[in-house]
T-cell receptor, first 114, second 113 residues
Framework: DGGITQSPKYLFRKEGQNVTLSCEQN?????MYWYRQDPGQGLRLIYY???????QKGDIAEGYSVSREKKESFPLTVTSAQKNPTAFYLC?????????????FGDGTRLSIL | QKEVEQNSGPLSVPEGAIASLNCTYS??????FFWYRQYSGKSPELIMF????GDKEDGRFTAQLNKASQYVSLLIRDSQPSDSATYLC?????????????FGKGTRLSVIA
């Protein structure tokens, strides 16, 4: 089945620890995105990538880092600099990054602090 | 002015009624409009998209676009309790500093049995 796979589903982070959230897609989409969603809130864009080996900061990039070495993969690292990481993290992809194609979402990763 | 605006709700409708969800946007040149449904604790799923002025129907869902007035609506006919969710509007905003597809904060719909 074509789709977007995020792992793990639940993740716990200790103080001072970096953690990496995985996002893989087999839709052959060029563009990929990371969003953060807090309870009762909308989606906030963290980073996005429109092509391999290139990515741009979103509205809340501080404390996060990404890489796009392969078209299928767009991992997100939550660094120790992100002081309030507890949230629902959503990865999405779209055929192009022009905004004329819909974004499709993975099932998300819930991150909590231990 | 926010780029994509939605009433946060909750919008409560009785079972079997028509639910009407509205979204306004700031870029007169926007060309692509999407509606997503998000159940509590789940990820958003695409339910409708519309590119041209007028109505587009898909089962119980109808998307309505009025570019002159810069709004897009989603009508849900014969609303069911299973339709209770948050509905997100997404619009391509050409002058957005970030990704051109901008999401509204969503409207929470509650269908009362």
């Amino acid at each position: 089945d074509g789709g977007i796979t995020q792992s793990p589903k639940y993740l716990f982070r200790k103080e001072g620890q970096n953690v990496t959230l995985s996002c893989e897609q087999n839709l052959n989409h060029d563009a990929m995105y990371w969003y953060r969603q807090d309870p009762g809130q909308g989606l906030r864009l963290i980073y996005y990538s429109q092509i391999v080996n290139d990515f741009q900061k979103g509205d809340i990039a501080e404390g996060y880092s990404v890489s796009r070495e392969k078209k299928e993969s767009f991992p997100l690292t939550v660094t120790s600099a992100q002081k309030n990481p507890t949230a629902f993290y959503l990865c999405a992809s779209s055929a192009t990054g022009t905004g004329n194609q819909p974004q499709h979402f993975g099932d998300g990763t819930r991150l909590s602090i231990l | 002015q926010k780029e994509v605006e939605q009433n946060s709700g909750p919008l409560s409708v009785p079972e079997g009624a028509i639910a009407s969800l509205n979204c306004t946007y700031s870029d007169r040149g926007s060309q692509s409009f999407f509606w997503y449904r998000q159940y509590s604790g789940k990820s958003p799923e695409l339910i409708m998209f519309i590119y041209s002025n007028g109505d587009k129907e898909d089962g119980r869902f109808t998307a309505q676009l009025n570019k002159a007035s810069q709004y897009v609506s989603l009508l849900i006919r014969d609303s069911q309790p299973s339709d209770s969710a948050t509905y997100l509007c997404a619009v391509n905003i050409r002058y957005s500093g970030n990704t051109p597809l901008v999401f509204g904060k969503g409207t929470r719909l509650s269908v009362i049995a």
